[in-house]
Every structure is written in C-alpha cells, then in structure tokens.
C-alpha cells in the first residue's frame, strides 16, 4: 500500500503564493493543513484563509505551534512577544493521512538567532514542493532556494510557478535547477474552491503527486 503522501510547501520569497497553492493541494489531494509558525493574525493567518477558501472543518487543520502578532520574520515576531520558538514544540503531527506543512515566508528565513527554517525542515525529513513566481527575478531566488536545499540533502518534488506564464524561465529552472516544473498557476479571479478544483486538474499536479 502506498504511504499517504505529506510534503512541505516553501516559498522563494514572501507572497510567492505559498498559501493559494496549499489549499490547491490540501483540496486535490484530500490533505490536512498545518501552518507551524503563523507571524501576523490579521484575518485569521494563513490557516483560516485556508479554511475559508476551501470551507473545510476544523478538523482539517491542525492548530499552529505558534501564533505570532507581528508580521514579521518569525524570530523578530516571537522576540516581540518575550518568547523563543522551541524546535521541540514543531514536531510533525500524528497524521495518519495526506498532510500539507506551510512554512512561513523561504528557506533561510530564521526561526530563532541560531535556528533557520530550512533546518527544521530537514528535521522534519518530508519533500518539498517549491513555490517561486513566474516572471522577472525568479532565476536567482529559485536556483539559490534549490541550491540551499541540495546542499542539505533535502527532497525536492519539484517547482511551482505562480503567475502569469512567462515563455522561458520555466524550461530554464527545470534545465539549471535539476528540478521538474510541476505546474504553472496562472491568477485565479474569482480566487474560490471551483477555480482551484479546475486548476488542480489543468495543472497536472494530479498525474504527478497522487499515488
């Protein structure tokens, strides 16, 4: 039997589309949703955009390890708060089925003064989808955020490309990176579950991530 697939989705940058494109897969692949660090509560985090977007239950998402009033770097947030974020308490859940872990904003971005994000993940030991925009400045971000994660020895499924389809970039980050190109997401208008049901299809996400 194949083991339900869990992954981590990581951005290049902040506002890449991170969040869009885990509610894409906590939707298409039946999955819970976890957000361990959520730096700014305005609307509800990231978490309730999730819920909201997909109207999925409660018990779908899993409750943040932290969540953080300023946003912020994640260390910065939780410095303002007089707290340190304990890497014990960012243990994977117990999850017996698909489960999406959204990390908060790229790689190198430092959950402590000594402790990045991209170690946690290679804690965590899960593969990771790569979330970089489509158009100009995605070569640099990308093929470095790739390199870091070599570097480590952590997985990599492959990339996502959000935005407008750009004619090159993504045959050059598959070529230089050593990654596939899972899918490129054009912008959603109206952004809502039927779009991201359409897209999950159109993307071919589908054919490359279910078992």
Known sequence: MTAPLKLVVCGTDTDVGKTVVSALL????????WKP???GLEGGGDSGRVQRLLGLPPERLWPEAYR????VSPHWAAEREGITIDPARLALPACD?????ETAGGLLVPLGRT??????????GLPVLLVARSGLGT?????????????????VLGLV???????DNPRTLAALG???????????????????ERQWHRSGLARSLQP
């Open 68 to 71: 953080l009033q300023a946003p």
């Open 26 to 33: 906590v939707q298409g692949l039946g999955a819970r949703y």
């Open 161 to 167: 490309l959000n935005g407008d389809p750009h004619p």
């Open 115 to 124: 402790w990045l994000q991209i170690e946690q993940i290679a804690v965590w």
């Open 97 to 101: 089925g698909p489960l999406v872990v």
């Open 37 to 39: 660090v959520q730096s």
């Open 178 to 196: 050593g990654v596939p190109v899972l899918a490129e997401l054009p912008p959603l208008d109206p952004l809502d579950r039927e779009g991201l």
């Open 139 to 155: 070569l640099n971000h990308t093929l470095l955020s790739l390199e870091a994660l070599s570097r480590r020895s952590i997985p």
